[in-house]
């Protein structure tokens, strides 16, 4: 009983230690994102959701000029970021022209091709990262992939679809050789879908290695049902990776 109790208190320690590291990793990357990036001049900042952009909101929130501009969310999450350090809230529909945004990702490739929507915010993270003069990428080393998508996160590439569609698009993403299409749950705090800040339902699907990104997104896309993918194609000009070491990596276009 004893050996027992010290295996699991020594599992414990050990899951303590890393999860501490991958805290320190994403602080890292995302403190240095910010300092590298963010430029006085810089009015309009975009500032996405995930557990990385908490530090870069933690950041941004420590400018000395920061009655100077305002962000724009791209969720509930990131709403309460905005507000929670203390920055000025505004809305894409106020500032269509974004001056950089920050945000997180669920996976990256070499070419800066992410997966994204694991948080249930892909829509409103791709209109403001598309709006952005400049799009910055902050994760930890787990999100790396250097060859293709859909090898670290394996759970599919998140889908927005109108409600009512699910069956159809459930359908034609099968046809297109999805190995798994799964209506996202909300688990033990909901019946149901989950539900997006836009009222819609998230299917995952999963297409294994991703080859052609830009194919899949495309033909994805055209579906009739969907509203966005969780592929965000070319769009990040950076991506900043916490390391297990400590250290950031930087991957460029």
């Given at each position: 009983?004893?050996?027992?109790?010290?295996?699991?208190?020594?599992?414990?320690?050990?899951?303590?230690?890393?999860?501490?590291?991958?805290?320190?990793?994403?602080?890292?990357?995302?403190?240095?994102?910010?300092?590298?990036?963010?430029?006085?001049?810089?009015?309009?900042?975009?500032?996405?959701?995930?557990?990385?952009?908490?530090?870069?909101?933690?950041?941004?929130?420590?400018?000395?000029?920061?009655?100077?501009?305002?962000?724009?969310?791209?969720?509930?999450?990131?709403?309460?970021?905005?507000?929670?350090?203390?920055?000025?809230?505004?809305?894409?529909?106020?500032?269509?022209?974004?001056?950089?945004?920050?945000?997180?990702?669920?996976?990256?490739?070499?070419?800066?091709?992410?997966?994204?929507?694991?948080?249930?915010?892909?829509?409103?993270?791709?209109?403001?990262?598309?709006?952005?003069?400049?799009?910055?990428?902050?994760?930890?080393?787990?999100?790396?992939?250097?060859?293709?998508?859909?090898?670290?996160?394996?759970?599919?590439?998140?889908?927005?679809?109108?409600?009512?569609?699910?069956?159809?698009?459930?359908?034609?993403?099968?046809?297109?050789?999805?190995?798994?299409?799964?209506?996202?749950?909300?688990?033990?705090?909901?019946?149901?879908?989950?539900?997006?800040?836009?009222?819609?339902?998230?299917?995952?699907?999963?297409?294994?290695?991703?080859?052609?990104?830009?194919?899949?997104?495309?033909?994805?896309?055209?579906?009739?049902?969907?509203?966005?993918?969780?592929?965000?194609?070319?769009?990040?000009?950076?991506?900043?990776?916490?390391?297990?070491?400590?250290?950031?990596?930087i991957w460029s276009k």
């Open positions: 009983m004893m050996l027992k109790t010290w295996i699991r208190k020594s599992v414990t320690r050990q899951m303590t230690t890393i999860g501490n590291k991958v805290e320190a990793a994403k602080m890292a990357a995302a403190f240095r994102a910010v300092d590298e990036n963010l430029k006085p001049n810089d009015r309009i900042i975009g500032i996405g959701s995930g557990s990385t952009v908490v530090h870069v909101a933690e950041r941004i929130g420590q400018s000395s000029n920061k009655d100077s501009f305002t962000c724009i969310a791209t969720g509930f999450q990131s709403k309460e970021l905005i507000i929670s350090n203390g920055l000025r809230l505004g809305s894409i529909e106020q500032f269509p022209k974004v001056d950089i945004a920050f945000d997180g990702a669920d996976e990256v490739d070499s070419k800066l091709n992410l997966i994204k929507g694991g948080g249930a915010c892909l829509f409103q993270e791709k209109l403001v990262a598309s709006a952005a003069s400049k799009f910055v990428v902050v994760a930890d080393y787990r999100k790396k992939s250097p060859s293709t998508l859909g090898v670290q996160w394996t759970k599919g590439v998140p889908i927005e679809i109108v409600p009512n569609s699910y069956a159809k698009v459930t359908r034609d993403l099968q046809e297109m050789g999805a190995k798994s299409v799964i209506l996202r749950q909300g688990g033990s705090a909901k019946a149901g879908p989950v539900v997006t800040d836009n009222n819609n339902f998230l299917i995952d699907a999963d297409f294994g290695a991703i080859e052609d990104a830009e194919k899949l997104h495309s033909s994805i896309k055209q579906l009739v049902g969907v509203v966005e993918v969780g592929l965000f194609i070319q769009m990040a000009d950076q991506s900043y990776f916490g390391e297990e070491s400590g250290e950031v990596s």
